[in-house]
């Protein structure tokens, strides 16, 4: 079944295609076509990976693509045998037709990793939902990562949400939706121009109640070490202390959008420091 990638959509035998769920009825081979277009060609080439067959050298894949009704997972991959994929991307689609972001993750291969992802009997931690390894939660923080992270990202949301939006465009959709997982991420989308469905409220008393006097300030009194005075100072630190519970509930409620092509100019940590 022949594809045509065009400019400003994705047409299967003269049909513009305009869902997920049309995408996973092609075959394989046009599945794969569609998807690899959300890729980076300089990270293909930075590790190796053959941009056509999506392969190492040995012909093995690296690039792994799981779509199926109205989801879709691509993970991206710098060696077979490695133990977290340079580039992880899941997205869904809702019931009324609009597409979702709802996990997006880089990691170098190259720098150090912290397991934050397994409690200290080797349980999944879920991101801190069921389990928490403290040492390694610690390791991480000092060394620069935010909630979340095992790895150093790869700073590659820049290259590939100009490519999601050529992406969403392709479908005929002129938006999408972001569900953050943790504070710092909802700033980071913000930074790249999302607006808020729900949850601008929510960032809004954040930063007002991380200022001098505010409660969230006030529980800023070193009990733990994800609550030292002057995290309220940078993203990551406010993250961290957001994700030990300072809230006293968990981070949700936040829904985003983006517009294509549009910049929605929010900004609920003004003059923020990462």
């Given amino acids: 079944m022949e594809i045509e990638i065009q400019s400003d959509r994705f047409v299967v035998a003269g049909r513009p295609l305009a869902s997920l769920r049309e995408i996973h009825r092609l075959p394989e081979e046009a599945q794969r076509a569609i998807y690899r277009t959300l890729i980076p060609d300089f990270l293909l080439e930075r590790y190796g990976i053959d941009p056509v ?3 190492d050298p040995a012909g093995r894949p690296l690039v792994r693509i799981h779509g199926e009704n109205a989801e879709v997972e691509i993970e991206v991959w710098r060696r077979v045998d490695d133990r977290d994929p340079l580039v992880y991307l899941h997205f869904a689609e809702t019931l009324h037709n609009r597409i979702i972001v709802l996990l997006f993750m880089t990691n170098d291969p190259e720098s150090p990793r912290f397991d934050v992802d397994r409690d200290r ?4 931690t879920k991101y801190g939902t069921v ?3 403290i040492e390694a939660e610690i390791a991480a923080m000092q060394f620069g990562l935010a909630p979340g992270q095992v790895r150093r990202g790869l700073r590659l949301t820049k290259h590939m949400l100009p490519l999601f939006e050529q992406f ?3 479908l005929g959709h002129d938006l999408f939706l972001v569900e953050p997982l943790a504070y710092h991420a909802a700033i980071l989308f913000e930074r790249y121009g999302c607006g808020y469905i729900e949850g601008r409220i929510k960032m809004e008393w954040i930063h007002r109640e ?3 006097g505010g409660v969230l300030h006030r529980r800023l009194d070193g009990s733990t070490p994800f609550r030292q005075p002057g995290m309220e100072r940078t993203v990551r630190g406010r ?5 030990d519970g300072i809230l006293g ?3 949700d409620g936040v829904r985003m959008y983006k517009r294509v092509g549009h910049h929605a100019g929010i900004c609920t940590f003004p003059d923020a420091v990462w």
């Fill in 168 to 170: 969403i465009r392709r």
């Fill in 121 to 124: 009997e080797g349980r999944p």
């Fill in 53 to 55: 067959t999506l392969c």
């Fill in 239 to 243: 993250s961290w202390a957001i994700y």
């Fill in 249 to 251: 509930e968990p981070f």
């Fill in 131 to 133: 389990s928490r390894n």
């Fill in 210 to 212: 991380f200022q001098p």
